[in-house]
């Protein structure tokens, strides 16, 4: 587990042709040029395939000798973002007719060696990421991947089975380096904080002490060493607010129990480093979040482990780190020694080709609302939809539902929903799933077949989405065998009226008291199932699929109504279902989202909604008995049904209310 290799080729650039770099492997790569960064890869891929990256590297080639290197991590370990499958690495540099290089073929041969200054036994970042970051290095630790003629000791490598081989399908982000904006404070601290004895004690960071069977890594007692408990041994003493321009040449002298803080205007996803100089043995800590908690950077809010160590003999070193990130602010701590730092930045990695729209209008909140959304949209659309660039990454499905269908507006394309249902589409099963349930988030492993038992019938109602935004019916025909076997699987929880009940697995209807209700029976599920019936109906020319629907919304519409709201649940009373009295906000707004309920059928109701629901509901507190809804999914569903009706003014008062404030953090 957490086995760095490094592999490296010297070819000869033919003059006068084009020269492709053609890659993939597994868990995940980075990819250097003669000694510059190339990208970080590969997509991600569902269960025995790999996606291909290429590269036309041509005008960057120089005469004579050129050096390509990668380094590959192998993690190993399940996780929410990525597989666990045997790690690797199949590439090839090539014109239009030879092979200047391989991993397995022709022309030079890469060749492999581990990398020691990654450390290989540290604790995982998250419970849905794999491991942290942790190095131990000397000045010429990357030498091997910036010079040709460097020493290098290889290592044998064993050929592995051929994955079936797909396209990337999607753009390369930029890489863009942003500086920070400013330095927004400096200080002192010292050794005064209090620890946990353990990260099994550590309540922070709960997925610590999970290691086990269910979620792979090193235990505890294991680890070489912990910098997410040693950072909490130390205790700010002196933090002075200075917020100066930032100049990327200028160098920074940092004193052991010396920090400085970065701003970088903006939270942005990608690989953060910098130039660091220093003169003799020195441990600098980079601590980051996407806010300061009263001041300072609190690197334990998002339960991740947002410490990375680096411990350096004297030299100079270019430091970044492997694997993506998401922050604002960045604190550089020195924990003994010292160190002259210059040049920090974020190389974002983030979808490059989101900006055929553009939206300006005369309220600066909307105009705000827009660039933070299209911010979070392009940090979260790379190779497929993920939930968040920072503590899971995860490739959920149900929320691309929403996100995906802003891409034909900030993209002009669905190539990165395509690669979405592709990666459902391809495996031949899926691995501790029930027959014909899909996962949760995938690619990824759910071990123990945990599954959220609602996300697939989401999964069909953007599928008819998707085919209505790309017209790609030929995506939506592979998948005929896999929509019509999650039916397969519903069927035997329909009770006499259609209905389905005691479901199994994660029963989620939303982040709020809507999910103390889902059991034994749940309205808005059933309202959920009608919809993808009939979507499903309407995709494969299946009639009976959209008379199924139409009947179980006739009778959600008699037993969930009681007069003024729809219901949550029914419960078993004599042995026979009976509505209970529980009702939500966001039971509502599942009847007209999901065509159960529209405003000419319930116009009380729907006055109701519009009038004196939503974001005033927090100062009027009207209807108390009834509990809010969450931001998701309830506050979008309430953005789209008003939306749907025109009410597009209340649209955005309700928009801005509801988000700006996230925007302003």
């Not at 970042?125 to 942290?132: A, D, K, L, P, V």
């Not at 001041?295 to 430091?319: F, H, I, Q, S």
């Amino acid at each position: 587990m957490n086995l760095f290799v490094g592999f490296c080729a010297v070819f000869e650039a033919p003059a006068g042709r084009h020269v492709y770099l053609r890659m993939t492997g597994c868990t995940f790569y980075q990819v250097y040029l003669n000694g510059k960064f190339q990208g970080w890869g590969p997509g991600r891929a569902p269960l025995n395939y790999a996606r291909v990256d290429l590269w036309d590297i041509t005008d960057l080639l120089v005469e004579g000798k050129n050096l390509v290197s990668v380094e590959v991590a192998g993690y190993n370990v399940n996780a929410f973002y990525v597989m666990n499958e045997p790690s690797f690495l199949q590439a090839e540099v090539v014109t239009d007719s030879d092979v200047l290089a391989s991993t397995g073929g022709d022309g030079q041969q890469f060749k492999a060696k581990v990398l020691p200054h990654h450390i290989q036994k540290v604790q995982r970042y998250t419970f849905q990421r794999t491991f942290s970051e942790v190095y131990h290095m000397e000045a010429q630790s990357n030498a091997w991947r910036e010079h040709a003629g460097f020493p290098f000791e290889p290592v044998a490598c064993e050929v592995t089975p051929q994955r079936k081989l797909i396209a990337r399908g999607v753009a390369f982000p930029n890489y863009a380096k942003r500086q920070p904006e400013m330095i927004a404070a400096e200080g002192e601290f010292d050794w005064s904080g209090k620890a946990p004895k353990s990260l099994m004690e550590d309540r922070s960071i709960p997925s610590a002490a999970r290691i086990g069977p269910g979620m792979l890594g090193y235990a505890w007692t294991d680890l070489a060493e912990i910098p997410y408990l040693e950072a909490q041994k130390t205790a700010t003493e002196v933090n002075n607010r200075i917020d100066q321009p930032y100049v990327p040449d200028r160098s920074l002298r940092i004193k052991a129990s010396q920090f400085k803080t970065f701003d970088f205007g903006t939270n942005l996803p990608g690989f953060f480093g910098a130039h660091v100089t220093v003169k003799t043995p020195t441990k600098i800590y980079f601590t980051w979040d996407e806010t300061l908690a009263d001041g300072d950077v609190d690197y334990k809010r998002l339960m991740c482990c947002n410490v990375l160590a680096y411990t350096l003999a004297p030299g100079e070193y270019d430091l970044e780190t492997f694997e993506p990130y998401g922050l604002q602010f960045l604190k550089l701590m020195v924990l003994g020694g010292e160190c002259e730092v210059d040049h920090i930045f974020i190389r974002e990695y983030a979808a490059s080709d989101i900006w055929t729209a553009d939206f300006h209008c005369n309220d600066a909140r909307l105009n705000e609302l827009f660039a933070a959304g299209r911010e979070c949209y392009r940090a979260n659309a790379l190779d497929t939809y993920q939930d968040n660039p920072t503590r899971e990454r995860g490739t959920w499905i149900c929320d691309p539902l929403f996100s995906a269908s802003a891409a034909p507006l900030l993209s002009g394309h669905t190539k990165v929903e395509r690669n979405l249902f592709q990666n459902y589409m391809l495996p031949d099963h899926f691995v501790d799933m029930p027959d014909g349930m899909l996962p949760m988030c995938y690619p990824a492993d759910q071990y123990g077949g945990t599954f959220v038992t609602q996300w697939p019938l989401w999964f069909i109602l953007q599928l008819e989405k998707y085919l209505e935004r790309s017209g790609d019916r030929q995506m939506v025909a592979d998948l005929r065998a896999r929509v019509l076997k999650l039916f397969d699987y519903f069927r035997p929880f329909q009770n006499a009226d259609g209905l389905l009940h005691d479901l199994q697995g994660w029963v989620f209807v939303e982040w709020s008291r809507s999910n103390e209700y889902v059991q034994p029976l749940n309205y808005p599920t059933n309202m959920l199932y009608a919809a993808s019936l009939a979507a499903a109906g309407r995709m494969y020319n299946l009639p009976q699929f959209i008379d199924q629907a139409e009947g179980l919304r006739k009778v959600v519409r008699e037993q969930s109504y009681d007069g003024q709201f729809f219901v949550d649940n029914a419960v078993r009373k004599d042995g026979k279902l009976v509505p209970t009295h529980n009702r939500t906000e966001t039971c509502q707004y599942y009847a007209f989202f999901f065509d159960v309920a529209a405003p000419e059928t319930y116009p009380h109701l729907w006055e109701t909604l519009v009038k004196e629901f939503g974001p005033r509901r927090h100062t009027t507190k009207a209807y108390p008995d009834i509990p809010p809804s969450n931001a998701f999914m309830g506050n979008v569903m309430r953005q789209d049904i008003l939306s749907r009706a025109g009410l597009t003014d209340q649209v955005a008062h309700e928009a801005i209310d509801n988000l700006l404030y996230m925007a302003e953090i």
